[in-house]
T-cell receptor, first 113, second 114 residues
Framework: NAGVTQTPKFRVLKTGQSMTLLCAQD?????MYWYRQDPGMGLRLIHY???????AKGEVPDGYNVSRLKKQNFLLGLESAAPSQTSVYFC????????????FGSGTQLSVL | DQQVKQNSPSLSVQEGRISILNCDYT??????FLWYKKYPAEGPTFLIS?????DKNEDGRFTVFLNKSAKHLSLHIVPSQPGDSAVYFC?????????????FGKGTRLSVIA
């Protein structure tokens, strides 16, 4: 009964370091999303995917890259981390868009020093 | 420009009373709305939704009201319980299938005081 699993749960980076956040879903969902949550800013969409091999930019895509090589996985990469990328990152998946509800992972707390 | 606005960052309510969380939207193409609830250190979870063909949808203690002419929706929780203390996000979608992801508001933190 895993649903959406994010790894790691916590990470501390130094400015300029790179890292990849992994999201895995076991619900056979077509759509996957990466959001960031900052105080007073709500949930902001970084990138999303409408199916295996596809990616699209969201509201705040700069400084991030994504890949969806397998349907069940959606990776979020930071090539050169900046303090402004300190945030809580949430992955989500859905069967479709529009009226389909999103299922979220439990989040990754990232601090960039 | 924010398309979905939750103008109250926080709300405190006494246990047993009604909690009313508000959400306004600007895009007249939105016609499906969802509320998500988020506890600390957890991901948001779906709570309740409403289609624009309705003006009310109930699920237990939770009721969502939609006023299309005012582009306003509200979530009522009656009676409020301490376990309802969480951040509530309003989200909106175009239909029927939607080519764009949900648009979220900034959230309202509800504190239910025992």
């Amino acid at each position: 009964n895993a649903g959406v699993t994010q790894t790691p749960k916590f990470r501390v980076l130094k400015t300029g370091q790179s890292m990849t956040l992994l999201c895995a879903q076991d619900m056979n969902h077509e759509y996957m999303y990466w959001y960031r949550q900052d105080p007073g800013m709500g949930l902001r969409l970084i990138h999303y995917s409408v199916g295996e091999g596809t990616t699209a930019k969201g509201e705040v895509p700069d400084g991030y890259n994504v890949s969806r090589l397998k349907k069940q996985n959606f990776l979020l990469g930071l090539e050169s981390a900046a303090p402004s990328q300190t945030s809580v990152y949430f992955c989500a998946s859905s069967r479709g868009q529009g009226r389909e509800k999103l299922f979220f992972g439990s989040g990754t707390q990232l601090s960039v020093l | 420009d924010q398309q979905v606005k939750q103008n109250s960052p926080s709300l405190s309510v006494q246990e047993g009373r009604i909690s009313i969380l508000n959400c306004d939207y600007t895009n007249s193409m939105f016609d499906y709305f969802l509320w998500y609830k988020k506890y600390p250190a957890e991901g948001p979870t779906f709570l309740i939704s409403i289609s624009s063909i309705k003006d009310k949808n109930e699920d237990g203690r939770f009721t969502v009201f939609l006023n299309k002419s005012a582009k306003h929706l509200s979530l009522h929780i009656v009676p409020s319980q301490p376990g309802d203390s969480a951040v509530y996000f309003c989200a909106a979608s175009t239909s029927p299938r939607g080519n764009t992801p949900l648009v979220f508001g900034k959230g309202t933190r509800l504190s239910v005081i025992a």
